[in-house]
């Protein structure tokens, strides 16, 4: 499409020379000329062919001066750009129009090579223009659909704590806080039966749209295999058979899936390759949840068998489990949060309630990152039989 260019010139003959002297550019299509005599014409003009975008303006002229003109201009939304034409010597009134949006101007009588050479330098400022504002549409879009794939994926978590609140056998609380606009953690827990909770939590690898969207895919396996009541090790094997048949990106994930008995604290769990959960207790401190067969990370391989263990949870103790995000969040000075001032951490505040526990780990995380970028997602669960 040609560009489109405004002469705004009270000067009868000034139509007519550029006409003949860009007689080519506007044959071959390149370029297609307006004329208004003063700058109410050239409002006027601009309303009815919005696709200007570039104004020539003179400043002296009746009606509407140059001016003025430029101040309207700048009322106006787009990348449209100004050069204004002053006679030689007028310092005071270019300056005034370059304070106004002018990005160039022109001395009269108008040297035509000067025109052309000024016309194609603005042109191409106009069409960096026009392509960073469609970029900034583009990024807006994305944003936007960002931003909603974020409040479809915090929909998909649990929202409501405490989850059960007519339950008195246990205390229990989840959170994530993705490093980006969606991420890869989640966490998940539901009643198998009157007595058994089952409860996981999961780290994909990746970030973005796509590990949101592997994540939502193991949710949904993990609620089928709770209404299946499969064993923890068969509730993975069931997720990495199924993942793993039709895993064209190679995407995988770590995660931890337990079973407890409310009434009698028996825990039977499977981890595929996740961070080791720990176990709080009220008189022996804090603790590693013993795993001799932690088995290897979920929907990369199939046929990966993940057995089922077992401990119980006495009266009174919790069990913890998180992600890397909060293992692996780094200070400033790229020092990492580590293992030792996790255990530190749970030490001090074991006898919290587990809703305070999970936001006081998250506050000391951040405390400790001191402004330093989220890195990874970060998701904590914790649940605390109660104490007889």
Same mark, same amino acid.
């Given at each position: 499409?040609?560009?489109?260019?405004?002469?705004?010139?009270?000067?009868?003959?000034?139509?007519?020379?550029?006409?003949?002297?860009?007689?080519?550019?506007?044959?071959?299509?390149?370029?297609?000329?307006?004329?208004?005599?003063?700058?109410?014409?050239?409002?006027?003009?601009? +309303?009815?062919?919005?696709?200007?975008?570039?104004?020539?303006?003179?400043?002296?002229?009746?009606?509407?001066?140059?001016?003025?003109?430029?101040?309207?201009?700048?009322?106006?939304?787009?990348?449209?750009?100004?050069?204004?034409?002053?006679?030689?010597? @007028?310092?005071?009134?270019?300056?005034?129009?370059?304070?106004?949006?002018?990005? @160039?101007?022109?001395?009269?009588?108008?040297?035509?090579?000067?025109?052309?050479?000024?016309?194609?330098?603005?042109?191409?400022?106009?069409?960096?223009?026009?392509?960073?504002?469609?970029?900034?549409?583009?990024?807006?879009?994305?944003?936007?659909?960002?931003?909603?794939?974020?409040?479809?994926?915090?929909?998909?978590? =649990?929202?409501?704590?405490?989850?059960?609140?007519?339950?008195?056998? /246990?205390?229990?609380?989840?959170?994530?806080?993705?490093?980006?606009?969606?991420?890869?953690?989640? /966490?998940?827990?539901?009643?198998?039966?009157?007595?058994?909770?089952?409860?996981?939590?999961?780290?994909?690898?990746?970030?973005?749209?796509?590990?949101?969207?592997?994540?939502?895919?193991?949710?949904?396996?993990?609620?089928?295999?709770?209404?299946?009541?499969?064993?923890?090790?068969?509730?993975?094997?069931?997720?990495?058979?199924?993942?793993?048949?039709?895993?064209?990106?190679?995407? /995988?994930?770590?995660?931890?899936?337990?079973?407890?008995?409310?009434?009698?604290?028996?825990?039977?769990?499977?981890?595929?390759?996740?961070?080791?959960?720990?176990?709080?207790?009220?008189?022996?401190?804090?603790?590693?949840?013993?795993?001799?067969?932690?088995?290897?990370?979920?929907?990369?391989?199939?046929?990966?068998?993940?057995?089922?263990?077992?401990?119980?949870?006495?009266?009174?103790?919790?069990?913890?489990?998180?992600?890397?995000?909060?293992?692996? +969040?780094?200070?400033?000075?790229?020092?990492?949060?580590?293992?030792?001032?996790?255990?530190? /951490?749970?030490?001090?505040?074991?006898?919290? =309630?587990? +809703?305070?526990?999970?936001?006081?780990?998250? +506050?000391?995380?951040?405390?400790?990152?001191?402004?330093?970028?989220?890195?990874?997602?970060?998701?904590?669960?914790?649940?605390?039989?109660?104490?007889?």
């Amino acid at each position: 499409m040609a560009y489109q260019i405004l002469i705004v010139d009270d000067e009868p003959d000034v139509e007519l020379l550029v006409r003949q002297r860009f007689r080519r550019n506007i044959r071959n299509g390149e370029y297609e000329f307006f004329f208004s005599q003063n700058g109410e014409e050239a409002l006027k003009t601009i +309303a009815g062919q919005p696709g200007i975008q570039l104004v020539l303006t003179d400043i002296n002229m009746p009606v509407m001066d140059g001016l003025t003109l430029l101040s309207r201009l700048e009322e106006l939304s787009g990348t449209r750009r100004a050069v204004i034409v002053s006679a030689y010597g @007028d310092m005071m009134n270019i300056r005034t129009a370059m304070n106004r949006g002018a990005v @160039d101007f022109l001395m009269k009588p108008i040297v035509f090579e000067d025109m052309e050479a000024t016309i194609r330098k603005v042109l191409a400022l106009v069409a960096q223009l026009h392509a960073a504002e469609e970029q900034n549409r583009r990024l807006s879009s994305i944003q936007q659909e960002l931003d909603m794939a974020a409040r479809i994926q915090q929909a998909l978590l =649990p929202e409501t704590f405490p989850p059960f609140p007519d339950r008195g056998e /246990f205390e229990l609380h989840a959170a994530m806080l993705p490093a980006k606009e969606v991420g890869g953690d989640f /966490f998940e827990f539901a009643f198998v039966d009157q007595d058994r909770l089952a409860f996981a939590v999961g780290d994909v690898s990746g970030k973005g749209v796509p590990a949101a969207i592997f994540m939502a895919m193991i949710q949904t396996l993990l609620r089928a295999a709770v209404r299946q009541r499969l064993s923890p090790g068969a509730c993975l094997e069931h997720v990495n058979e199924t993942l793993a048949a039709k895993n064209s990106r190679s995407m /995988f994930a770590t995660l931890f899936y337990g079973i407890l008995n409310v009434s009698t604290g028996e825990l039977q769990f499977a981890n595929g390759g996740h961070n080791a959960p720990y176990v709080l207790s009220p008189r022996g401190g804090v603790r590693v949840l013993p795993s001799e067969k932690r088995g290897i990370l979920v929907g990369a391989l199939e046929g990966i068998v993940y057995e089922t263990e077992c401990c119980t949870l006495a009266p009174g103790e919790a069990i913890v489990v998180s992600t890397d995000g909060v293992t692996e +969040a780094m200070d400033p000075q790229d020092e990492l949060y580590g293992d030792e001032r996790l255990e530190r /951490f749970l030490s001090e505040h074991l006898a919290l =309630p587990v +809703a305070e526990l999970v936001a006081a780990l998250f +506050a000391s995380v951040e405390r400790f990152a001191n402004g330093a970028p989220q890195a990874d997602d970060i998701t904590v669960l914790a649940l605390r039989r109660s104490a007889v």
